[in-house]
Structures are given as C-alpha cells and as structure tokens.
C-alpha cells in the first residue's frame, strides 16, 4: 500500500508565524508611537532652549555694552584725578615759592 498523506502542520506553522508577525508589529508599532512622542517633547525642549540662548546672548550683549561704558567712565576718571594730583602738585609748588618770598622780605 503507498500512499500520500497531507498534514495540516503547514496550516498550523502559517498561523504560528503570522501571530509572531502580528504580535512583533504591534510590538513595533508601539515603540514607534513612543519614540515619535519623545521626539516631539524633544522638538519642545529644543525650542525652549533656543529662545533661553537668545534671551542669554541679548542680556550678555547688553551687559557688554554696560561693561564698555564703565570702563570708559573709570578711563574719564583716572584721567581728572591724575590731573587733579598733577594741579595740586603745581599749585603747592607755587604756594612754596609765594611763601619763600613772603619769608624773604
């Protein structure tokens, strides 16, 4: 007797790898819905640091500005109590002759 048998293990091996398949993408899908909502938060955050750094870069602009005066203005100063010491100089030098003569006569 010969004879062919069919067996419904290539039915039963089809639905175990399509269930894998399903159960895989769903899986997948799943990741992919939380790495797109992580990136979206990021797009946030990105957007939120870039308007901190042109606030930062504005205010250091403005306080550089402020530097620049200050050190003009210190600059001014130095220079009249430079002058100032120089004048006082002269006029003691001149008070010191005036009463030399003063002392003479």
């Known amino acids: 007797m010969t004879g062919r048998v069919s067996s419904d293990t290539k039915s039963c091996d089809e639905k175990l790898v399509y269930d894998e398949l399903v159960a895989s993408y769903k899986g997948l899908y799943a990741r ?37 005066l200050l050190k003009s203005q210190l600059e001014n100063i130095k220079k009249q109590v430079e002058m100032m010491t120089t004048g006082t100089n002269t006029l003691d030098e001149i008070l010191e002759g005036q009463l030399k003569r003063i002392q003479m006569v």
Do not use: G, P
């Open 32 to 68: 992919s819905v939380e790495i797109c909502q992580m990136l979206e938060e990021q797009k946030k955050v990105n957007s939120q640091l870039l308007v901190e750094r042109s606030n930062h870069l504005a205010n250091i602009s403005k306080l550089n500005d402020e530097v620049r």
